[in-house]
């Protein structure tokens, strides 16, 4: 059971809708050692096993070689793969994501697979640092679909509400609901679709689906984040999205009305770091990214 409230909260001076959902929820623990441990965790990560799996990188490789990025050069400064044992939550190397001072600020990797699939489940580890603090509000890792002919169909939609045969997109992130949760603040989806509420100002910002009871991440922990999105069946509202940390489901929400024609399709994956005031430096470490056509889970 789903329940939409509309508040009159702004989000960067925008008002925004929440919609809140039950739900439940675990841990990981982060090695130490380094080449050796890494060696020895590999067959413990089932995204390393699964056939399923088309995109693994736990960043060993020190490169960027897997991704596909969009207007991100490779060398910028706010994408760093950090050689050190003791950050990275399995093996030697990590990604390390800055959001610097000011507006608008962080980075991310972006991942094409085109035409696009319609059931999809992407897996990460991250990890906040001691000092992260975002303010309220931030974008994190996200999922876009759009038609197979055009790649960019969901980049710059902010305020667009998605006809069901152009776009539609879904992030996985945090909020701190104006001080009421400490930083980084409870995980929720932040999602585009065609039946999408109307915040109050008129326009159409991304629709919030809350888990209830919140979670709320600690800083300086890695964390397992996995989430599912099932495309609906055009012309009904049969489609779905859900969300685990540490193998344990923290939200799920049915019903959802994704696109109207089968074209339009999960195609694009970022991995993303996005402050919109960032007061500070802030930085996100992640890991073991993979995205599969089936569940994953975390590593044991």
């Given at each position: ?44 990560d089932p995204a390393r096993d ?208 994704w696109r109207e024609i089968p ?38």
């Amino acid at each position: 059971m789903r329940r939409v409230i509309l508040t009159g909260m702004l989000l960067v001076g925008v008002a925004v809708l929440v919609s809140v959902a039950g739900s439940r929820m675990r841990r990981q623990r982060a090695p130490r050692d380094g080449a050796a441990l890494a060696q020895a965790a590999a067959p413990t990560d089932p995204a390393r096993d699964n056939p399923a799996v088309f995109l693994f990188d736990d960043f060993e490789g020190g490169s960027f070689a897997k991704w596909d990025n969009d207007d991100q050069d490779f060398g910028d400064p706010d994408l760093r793969i950090v050689n050190d044992p003791a950050v990275a939550h399995s093996g030697t190397h990590c990604l390390e994501v800055t959001a610097r001072e000011g507006e608008g600020t962080g980075g991310k990797l972006a991942k094409w697979f085109m035409p696009g699939v319609e059931d999809l489940y992407a897996r990460w580890y991250c990890k906040f640092a001691t000092d992260f603090d975002q303010g309220n509000h931030m974008h994190f890792v996200h999922l876009l679909g759009g038609p197979p002919d055009n790649k960019w169909a969901a980049f710059g939609k902010a305020g667009v509400k998605p006809s069901g045969t152009d776009f539609f997109t879904t992030g996985f992130e945090p909020w701190r609901d104006w001080g009421k949760h400490p930083a980084p603040g409870a995980m929720m989806f932040y999602s585009y679709y065609p039946d999408m509420q109307k915040a109050p100002d008129g326009n159409y910002w991304g629709n919030m689906f809350m888990t209830d009871p919140p979670f709320v991440p600690e800083r300086d922990r890695w964390y397992c984040m996995e989430v599912h999105v099932k495309l609906n069946t055009p012309g009904q509202a049969d489609g779905e999205q859900a969300a685990w940390v540490d193998g344990q489901e923290v939200g799920r929400f049915t019903g959802i009305r994704w696109r109207e024609i089968p074209a339009l399709k999960l195609n694009c994956f970022w991995l993303m770091l996005y402050v919109h005031n960032s007061t500070h430096p802030n930085r996100v470490y992640f890991d073991d990214a993979a995205l599969s056509t089936s569940p994953i889970g975390p590593a044991k």
